[in-house]
């Protein structure tokens, strides 16, 4: 008698579809996203907190892509310049049949532009570091 999985299948990295300028991007190896928060305890009489503020939420975001994808983003570059991409989009699709997520990375822009080649690899791919305002989860 087959034993049903308890939850389900994971979320895993074959699941993902990562779109760029409205383009799907085959070659994404690795995408690292956060938000932040500062939360402060605020203080009065006594010695516990009697409030908490908040500051600003701060985004971040990293992506790892084949030189294939990023010559393809240069030719749409003014001056060939990852740096001077306009503000775009990222979506990333999560296909999970259970519960299929998508999440936006908002106004991305490129804060890093190069290119890492080491004797020996089949497939060049470079890590770059995005500025964005926020993310919409859902």
């Given at each position: 008698?087959?034993?049903?999985?308890?939850?389900?299948?994971?979320?895993?990295?074959?699941?993902?579809?990562?779109?760029?300028?409205?383009?799907?991007?085959?070659?994404?190896?690795?995408?690292?996203?956060?938000?932040?928060?500062?939360?402060?305890?605020?203080?009065?009489?006594?010695?516990?907190?009697?409030?908490?503020?908040?500051?600003?939420?701060e985004a971040e975001a990293s992506i790892d892509i084949?030189?294939?994808?990023?010559?393809?983003?240069?030719?749409?570059?003014?001056?060939?310049?990852?740096?001077?991409?306009?503000?775009?989009?990222?979506?990333?699709?999560?296909?999970?049949?259970?519960?299929?997520?998508?999440?936006?990375?908002?106004n991305c822009e490129f804060i890093s532009d190069g290119?890492?080649?080491?004797?020996?690899?089949?497939?060049?791919?470079?890590?770059?570091?995005?500025?964005?305002?926020?993310?919409?989860?859902?």
């Amino acid at each position: 008698m087959a034993v049903p999985l308890i939850n389900g299948r994971s979320y895993d990295f074959t699941q993902i579809i990562v779109t760029i300028l409205g383009v799907p991007v085959a070659s994404v190896s690795k995408i690292t996203y956060n938000q932040k928060q500062e939360k402060m305890n605020n203080f009065g009489q006594g010695s516990n907190a009697v409030s908490r503020g908040q500051g600003v939420i701060e985004a971040e975001a990293s992506i790892d892509i084949s030189m294939n994808d990023i010559e393809a983003i240069r030719d749409v570059a003014p001056n060939g310049s990852l740096l001077n991409v306009p503000a775009f989009d990222i979506t990333v699709f999560f296909g999970n049949a259970q519960k299929p997520v998508t999440h936006t990375l908002k106004n991305c822009e490129f804060i890093s532009d190069g290119v890492d080649a080491t004797q020996g690899d089949t497939d060049l791919k470079q890590s770059f570091d995005l500025i964005l305002s926020h993310i919409d989860f859902r």
